[in-house]
């Protein structure tokens, strides 16, 4: 059953739920991961430790499977009603070489019917081999290719979001990735960008998006283990104000 109330996706993912919703009752996340590059389950602890710490209740449910692979097809998506039961579903894999179009419409299908999300770096990449730019619709940013790793500052181009009140005006991330953005979707809001240093080209590094009747979330950085220890980064991610109503605006 959907619940009907606005959640608040909490430290790297999922807040408490508000609205009617009693603060005690828990939010039920799917975290999907693996894949290549990156320390997976560094990142899926730091998550479940950020959200204990700030008093969250999320009862995880957290998919690891592919290995290291980058053409995986994960067996969680046979079943069409995988998000069932679920409020956010959590996009932190790396799968770029998978591009079977009826695989990737598995998946896009259930966030077009409402399943939001949070999409995490690489998520940004997964599929994109793909011909079908369903997923990169659901993302609501096209990316194909990333720059160096670095310390990049981050512009707030969308100041009175309140997923970006108060975040710091001369903030630098830790060593991690600027993903470059060939294509902003029409339902996507950004909220804000860093500028290669490499031509001055700014791309959006923080934004939402609606796909369907889901509500999306997106940030490109989230590559390194430094980045997922960062309080500035988690405090951006206790933001993120989500609703599972289908008629919500």
């Not at 975040?167 to 804000?192: C, G, H, M, Q, S």
Request: glycine share 6%; aromatic share 8%.
């Amino acid at each position: 059953m959907i619940r009907q109330t606005r959640l608040i996706l909490a430290l790297v993912l999922l807040a408490a739920a508000v609205g009617h919703a009693e603060e005690t009752e828990k939010i039920r996340a799917l975290l999907i991961t693996g894949g290549c590059c990156h320390d997976y389950a560094f990142q899926a602890k730091a998550m479940q430790l950020a959200a204990a710490k700030h008093g969250v209740h999320i009862e995880w449910t957290v998919v690891n499977e592919g290995g290291k692979e980058t053409k995986a097809q994960i067996a969680l998506y046979q079943n069409p009603q995988w998000a069932d039961g679920f409020d956010v579903i959590v996009h932190n894999e790396c799968f770029a070489n998978t591009a079977a179009a009826d695989y990737i419409r598995s998946i896009t299908t259930a966030h077009k019917k409402g399943a939001n999300a949070v999409v995490i770096h690489c998520a940004m990449h997964t599929y994109r081999a793909a011909k079908i730019d369903d997923w990169r619709e659901f993302l609501g940013v096209t990316s194909r290719r990333h720059e160096h790793k670095s310390n990049y500052a981050v512009e707030v181009v969308a100041k009175d979001h309140e997923i970006m009140k108060g975040f710091p005006a001369n903030y630098r991330t830790p060593k991690d990735e600027l993903y470059v953005i060939e294509k902003v979707w029409p339902n996507t809001t950004v909220l804000a960008k860093s500028k290669s240093q490499k031509n001055d080209k700014s791309h959006p590094v923080v934004w939402t998006s609606r796909y369907g009747k889901a509500r999306v979330f997106g940030t490109t950085y989230g590559h390194s283990n430094e980045t997922f220890s960062d309080e500035t980064y988690l405090k951006m991610l206790v933001r993120v104000p989500v609703g599972r109503q289908a008629n919500s605006s």
